[in-house]
């Protein structure tokens, strides 16, 4: 299993970028294109990222791309956390 | 009728900017790459919804996320840029450096199919 999730969606750029970045800094990574996933999969993949939107302190609204890495979570594009992740 | 080239729709897109007083994302690569996401949503779903958020299919549900969505005049307001980043205020585009991540502003149960 991948250290790190990027959960996506395959037409935003902000997720492109995110998966960019990762690639280019080496991480060991895996990333889930959710708007291509059949919809009950989506539906089961939007719980998880809501879940890990409200650990997030202050808690932040959902959204993409949506980064984990153990506890650690970034909602949004975010170039100097996501390296701080990796 | 054919569909609507992306540069097309930069050149319209760009003009409905200016008629409200802000602008595309001075940043082209980006600013292609989402009017490329929002005709694909237009390919997949019949409507041009935001590419950086989760199209149900339903035209309705998503009526608050055909681009340019409701959202975008408050969070041009607020942070100088729409969630994706693809209309922005002049003064976004003059300075990169006091850029931020704009945070959903969407109810995230609109999200369910």
């Given at each position: 299993?991948?250290?790190?999730?990027?959960?996506?969606?395959?037409?935003?750029?902000?997720?492109?970028?995110?998966?960019?970045?990762?690639?280019?800094?080496?991480?060991?990574?895996?990333?889930?294109?959710?708007?291509?996933?059949?919809?009950?999969?989506q539906n089961k993949i939007l719980e998880?990222?809501?879940?890990?939107?409200?650990?997030?302190n202050p808690k932040v609204n959902p959204?993409?791309?949506?980064?984990?890495?153990?506890?650690?979570?970034?909602?949004?594009?975010?170039?100097?956390?996501?390296?701080?992740?990796? | 009728?054919?569909?609507?080239?992306?540069?097309?729709?930069?050149?319209?897109?760009?003009?409905?900017?200016?008629?409200?007083?802000?602008?595309?994302?001075?940043?082209?690569?980006?600013?292609?790459?989402?009017?490329?996401?929002?005709?694909?949503?237009?390919?997949?779903?019949?409507?041009?919804?935001?590419?950086?958020?989760?199209?149900?299919?339903?035209?309705?549900?998503?009526?608050?996320?055909?681009?340019?969505?409701?959202?975008?005049?408050?969070?041009?307001?607020?942070?100088?840029s729409c969630y994706c980043g693809l209309?922005?205020?002049?003064?976004?585009?003059?300075?990169?450096?006091?850029?931020?991540?704009?945070?959903?502003?969407?109810?995230?149960?609109?999200?369910?199919?």
């Open positions: 299993m991948a250290q790190i999730t990027v959960y996506a969606l395959s037409t935003c750029p902000y997720c492109k970028k995110a998966k960019a970045l990762l690639k280019e800094l080496g991480a060991d990574f895996e990333a889930i294109d959710v708007d291509l996933l059949p919809k009950d999969e998880t990222v809501k879940k890990f939107a409200d650990k997030c959204g993409f791309p949506t980064i984990v890495k153990g506890e650690t979570i970034i909602v949004g594009f975010n170039e100097a956390k996501i390296k701080g992740l990796v | 009728m054919a569909p609507v080239t992306p540069e097309k729709l930069f050149e319209i897109l760009t003009k409905y900017a200016h008629s409200k007083g802000q602008e595309l994302n001075n940043d082209l690569e980006h600013t292609m790459s989402i009017i490329r996401g929002i005709l694909e949503n237009e390919k997949r779903n019949g409507y041009r919804g935001c590419p950086c958020r989760l199209n149900s299919g339903d035209r309705e549900r998503d009526r608050d996320i055909i681009c340019p969505c409701v959202y975008k005049d408050k969070d041009v307001e607020e942070y100088g209309y922005v205020s002049h003064e976004w585009n003059q300075n990169p450096d006091k850029r931020v991540t704009v945070p959903e502003r969407r109810p995230f149960d609109k999200l369910f199919g």
